[in-house]
């Protein structure tokens, strides 16, 4: 049976979450880099970079697209795997924003396929890669609540500043708001 996911919001450090999964907002070449990225290669140890390698070494050659998400053990982190996406760089002149979803919807359909029931994301996209704060929170929001076929039943984003955190909150509010 499934049902719409729980979401929660929490101001904080992703690499101290316990989840069954943890989403990183990889770049393509999947080993590792500054933000969210960097930090969860520096906490989860070297078993993930050896993870992300073999993916290269494999499937993703040319690295992982963008949109796309793919899973690696979680090495030392309070979790059981690494779902790595890579999100799109924000542009005024290109509406990017369904491959902004898509990083959300193949997150949970790869964490629903690993058996995982809690989920952790960051603010995908919001940070080096520009996506304006609110309308990425707006985006991951809507897209996580539209997501009722799959078992997932807990979302945690998990927002490392408070402005990041207001953001999301108030979208939030906006989505539970009921339409008139």
Not at 38 to 64: F, M, Q, V
Request: hydrophobic residues 40%; aromatic residues 6%.
């Amino acid at each position: 049976m499934t049902t719409q996911p729980s979401i929660e919001l929490v101001h904080g450090d992703i690499t101290e979450q316990h989840a069954d999964a943890l989403v990183n907002a990889a770049n393509s070449s999947l080993l590792g880099g500054g933000g969210v990225d960097g930090a969860i290669h520096r906490k989860g140890g070297p078993a993930i970079l050896d993870a992300c390698r073999d993916l290269r070494a494999s499937r993703y050659g040319k690295g992982l697209p963008t949109g796309r998400a793919v899973a690696t053990t979680a090495g030392r982190l309070h979790a059981d795997h690494v779902i790595h996406t890579v999100g799109p760089v924000w542009s005024r002149e290109e509406d990017r924003s369904g491959l902004l979803v898509s990083c959300y919807r193949e997150s949970l359909r790869v964490a629903a396929g690993l058996g995982a029931r809690s989920v952790v994301f960051p603010a995908i996209s919001t940070g080096i890669y520009g996506w304006p704060m609110d309308d990425g929170a707006r985006l991951a929001l809507r897209t996580v609540r539209e997501e009722t076929r799959l078992p997932v039943a807990e979302v945690r984003f998990v927002l490392y500043d408070e402005d990041a955190y207001d953001c999301f909150e108030r979208a939030l509010a906006e989505l539970e708001r009921p339409s008139s």
